[in-house]
């Protein structure tokens, strides 16, 4: 089955505690992404990554890194995590951009920061 | 402000009823997406639209791109309690720059 997961699906955690949430597809997809979603926001790209070894920043990329030592692998990384951060993640893969493209989603992670 | 503006923002309709919902910009995309999104799931691709003009229908759901490329609307006929979620529309500005509004959340009652 094609799919996109993610874990932890909850966490709870306390401010400047290192975190990563995992995201592994099994589609080949080149393109991968990170999102936020926030009540009355939407989802925001946090950052992307179009191949193995490239990634970029997205709109909302500060407090967050990311790597993609493996195609099927983009693990997002929390240094210090803040309050702010509180919020509902979601990684994302597609194969290709632009027009047409259907970008599958994982589950989400819930990320509560005290 | 949001690059794409949905309204409305909460909608509460019986069953049977009909629906549509609408996303708005300012910007020209060049293809647009509406996604489902259910409680505890991500976003699953309801539909894609490329051509101003075009519509296209999904069972009940019928979707519009506006002429101009601008704008999007969702129609959903005799909607069922099954159709609840959250709907997102996501214009695609310019090649790996999609933006995502931020939803009407839909609820239909039994």
């Known amino acids: 089955e094609a799919q996109v997961t993610q874990n932890p699906r909850y966490l709870i955690t306390v401010t400047g505690k290192k975190l990563t949430v995992t995201c592994s597809q099994n589609?080949?997809?080149?393109?991968m992404s990170w999102y936020r979603q926030d009540p009355g926001l939407g989802l925001r790209q946090i950052y992307y990554s179009m191949n193995v070894e490239v990634t970029d920043k997205g709109d909302v990329p500060e407090g967050y890194k990311v790597s993609r030592k493996e195609k099927r692998n983009f693990p997002l990384i929390l240094e210090s995590p803040s309050p702010n951060q509180t919020s509902l993640y979601f990684c994302a893969s597609t194969s290709g951009l632009g027009r047409g493209y259907e970008q599958y989603f994982g589950p989400g992670t819930r990320l509560t920061v005290t | 402000t949001q690059l794409l503006e949905q309204s409305p923002q909460f909608l509460s309709i019986q069953e049977g009823e009909n629906l549509t919902v609408y996303c708005n910009s300012s910007?020209?995309?060049?293809?647009l997406q509406w996604y489902r999104q259910e409680p505890g799931e991500g976003p699953v691709l309801l539909v894609t639209v490329v051509t101003g003009g075009e519509v296209k229908k999904l069972k009940r759901l019928t979707f519009q791109f506006g002429d101009a490329r601008k704008d999007s609307s969702l129609h959903i006929t005799a909607a069922q309690p099954g159709d609840t979620g959250l709907y997102l529309c996501?214009?695609?500005?310019?090649?790996?720059?999609?933006?995502f509004g931020a939803g009407t959340r839909l609820t239909v009652k039994p």
């Open positions: 589609m080949n997809h080149e393109y």
């Open positions: 910007s020209v995309f060049s293809s």
């Open positions: 996501a214009g695609d500005v310019d090649n790996n720059d999609m933006r």
